[in-house]
């Protein structure tokens, strides 16, 4: 009986352990799949905020990263950007690491800088995620290496998401993400021992215990939920919100319009959407850096946020680009007072790194249901008034037209002209000889861009060059114009006639990476020596990013090139800039020249600019000479060279060639030239 008893004893005590086992594991399993799950939506969450809220910036880098070497991959400005907004986006979300996966299983970011470039592909959890699941894994490493450093002895779930900027759009990347979970998988662990040691201490307590550990899983559920709850409230405000400003987003602002838009329809009011961009904001970035850019967007938000109603919507759209919604508003008056006011209120000074700016801004505007009655369109419209405020001066708002689209669609197709005028061919330079004021000799030409379309015939500069410029063709078609230039150059040299070639540089070309190396292929491809090519700057490049300009042009001058300033004394002149630059040579701008027979102020501007030029030693160049008169006064003010129809008009290469070989006959005269 008593064998028996302590058979039954260790039969119930077996049925005991194996139950308390059973309750153990069941737990377990519970705990881990609340917590997998869990994390699994938490990583999810953060995969749409990244897709909403930094994707668009990094799509294009993502998709091009498998063309890049490795090293450069990892030495990647980009990666740098990318690394900075994931981990802005990731902060206080208990995420330790998180890889970024192209389409074939590149790993173009991971936290852990040595994994990038890894191939990914054969990973199951990244052939998972292309297929459109996300799935989670928990394991126990040894080392984890996080954003802070290297943790040692953690648990970690790991969860593969596919990245796409709506449900129903296609996958564009894997995006890996590692949460520490270490202190969760250590409670629960703790938990389950004191489980176990509880029932096993005392058995005739065991349904009090069992409803001791019920309550407390419970607890913990509730616990958990509240953690997840305000983890998605917190990834939703990062999803919708600019995380410099706290604005909304564009994302926001869209179902910010439908709904004002339903409203105004409903209650027959008018709506007002002002679309807000700063005037030459990338000048604050270039000369600053980014740091004072960002400065300056929030202190911008918090002036735009101050001059509407509490009721008015404001919203960022990316960059220097703000949007503001103004619900039931009596007529386009009351939207001109808001937009003047924040105009000004922008434009009052501000300190960034103790220097004191001013801002300016461009406002376009367009009214619902007067302009349109599409959200889509409406947000055109207010975009196409921006442009035009700022090509009637900026620092302005404009109300939208109609006539404005019909314009936009005239500069499409210009630019689509341009581009296939840059792949057919259909640029032609000429050349406008620069004349020796004391031996009347041509000492110089300068290259002139001309565009013969097939259908409008010969179009001047001013037609086109702007957009050029606009669009970024300048810098291929200024490269051109620099190697056709040297070529020419070289030509005239070997047919006896030393001719330096001037080539005109605009701000975008001057602000190229790739300008010196194009100077330098040009001299080389061509033969041409250094010194016979001039290259011509406008005043506003040099005050635009004065240490930039300083470098380039300092490398410019290493190349043995000469460097002048165009259109001199038209815009911001400075003895300032003409002490610390390397410049060779003044141009006075044509305006001061055409009109010295009119009055006596452009003589005395003439006067003071051949004493600036004498007293620091430059050349000075007079352009748009077509009198005589006007020559003779120009020799005696010591200007170096003459240019203009007095002279000959722009010419192509051919026909100038037999005015140079002249130039070059001995006892040439000026008028002759």
């Not at 749409?48 to 498998?66: E, G, K, L, M, Y």
């Not at 990892?74 to 740098?80: I, V």
Request: charged letters at 25%; aromatic letters at 8%.
């Amino acid at each position: 009986m008593l064998r028996l008893l302590r058979y039954s004893q260790l039969l119930a005590l077996a049925g005991m352990v194996m139950v308390v086992g059973a309750l153990s594991l069941l737990y377990r399993g519970l705990v881990f799949d609340s917590l997998i799950e869990r994390e699994t939506r938490a990583n999810v969450a953060l995969t749409t905020s990244f897709a909403n809220a930094i994707w668009p910036a990094h799509a294009d880098f993502v998709s091009r990263a498998a063309l890049l070497p490795r090293s450069e991959l990892a030495a990647s400005e980009n990666l740098r950007y990318l690394a900075r907004d994931l981990r802005q986006l990731s902060r206080g979300l208990g995420v330790v690491k998180v890889k970024v996966y192209d389409l074939k299983g590149l790993t173009v970011f991971s936290s852990d800088g040595k994994q990038t470039g890894e191939d990914g592909s054969a990973n199951p959890g990244f052939r998972n995620a292309l297929a459109g699941v996300a799935a989670s894994e928990i394991t126990h490493r040894d080392r984890v290496d996080a954003w802070e450093g290297t943790r040692a002895d953690r648990d970690i779930i790991s969860t593969y998401v596919p990245v796409r900027v709506s449900d129903d759009a296609p996958i564009e990347a894997v995006l890996e993400v590692y949460s520490d979970v270490t202190d969760l998988v250590a409670r629960m662990q703790r938990g389950q021992w004191q489980i176990l040691g509880g029932v096993l201490g005392a058995m005739a307590l065991i349904y009090l215990v069992v409803q001791l550990i019920l309550r407390g899983y419970r607890e913990r559920l509730r616990e958990q939920e509240a953690q997840r709850a305000a983890q998605e409230e917190r990834i939703r405000h990062q999803a919708y919100h600019d995380p410099l400003t706290a604005l909304p987003n564009r994302t926001r602002f869209a179902e910010r319009l439908a709904e004002a838009l339903g409203r105004a329809k409903r209650a027959q009011w008018q709506l007002a959407l002002l679309f807000v961009d700063l005037d030459h904001f990338k000048r604050v970035n270039d000369s600053l850096g980014h740091e004072a850019g960002d400065a300056l967007l929030k202190q911008v938000a918090a002036r735009i946020r101050r001059s509407v109603r509490e009721v008015d919507a404001l919203f960022r759209m990316g960059g220097d680009e703000f949007t503001v919604l103004l619900e039931d508003v009596r007529g386009p008056e009351e939207v001109a007072y808001v937009a003047q006011r924040m105009i000004e209120a922008i434009a009052e000074p501000l300190q960034l790194q103790h220097h004191e700016f001013t801002v300016s801004t461009s406002i376009g505007i367009a009214l619902y249901p007067r302009d349109d009655i599409s959200g889509e369109q409406l947000l055109k419209s207010a975009d196409t008034a921006m442009y035009r405020a700022k090509d009637l001066g900026r620092n302005r708002y404009a109300f939208f037209a109609p006539e404005m689209n019909e314009r936009i669609e005239q500069q499409m197709l210009m630019e689509a002209a341009l581009r296939r005028a840059v792949r057919q061919g259909e640029f032609q330079i000429y050349y406008q000889p620069r004349i020796s004021a004391s031996s009347g000799r041509a000492i110089g030409a300068e290259a002139l861009l001309r565009w013969m379309h097939p259908e409008w015939g010969m179009l001047e500069p001013a037609r086109f060059v702007p957009l050029l410029e606009e669009s970024g063709l300048i810098v291929p078609v200024g490269a051109w114009v620099l190697a056709q230039a040297c070529k020419q150059a070289r030509a005239w040299q070997d047919a006896g006639v030393p001719l330096r070639v001037s080539v005109n540089l605009s701000a975008r070309q001057f602000r190229s990476d790739t300008l010196i190396e194009a100077v330098s292929g040009a001299l080389s491809d061509s033969g041409l020596a250094p010194q016979l090519l001039e290259l011509e700057l406008t005043e506003s490049l040099l005050v635009e990013n004065v240490e930039h300009a300083m470098q380039t042009m300092v490398r410019l001058k290493a190349i043995g090139t000469s460097i002048s300033i165009d259109d001199f004394g038209a815009g911001f002149s400075s003895l300032g800039y003409l002490q610390r630059f390397p410049i060779d040579c003044l141009k006075i701008d044509r305006s001061f020249v055409r009109d010295l027979a009119n009055g006596t102020k452009d003589a005395a501007i003439v006067d003071a600019i051949s004493g600036l030029a004498r007293s620091l030693g430059l050349g000075l160049v007079a352009e748009g000479v077509e009198q005589q008169g006007q020559a003779e006064f120009l020799r005696a003010r010591h200007c170096t060279e003459l240019q203009g129809f007095l002279f000959s008009r722009p010419l192509p290469a051919e026909a100038l060639a037999e005015i140079l070989l002249k130039s070059y006959q001995p006892a040439a005269h000026p008028q002759a030239a």
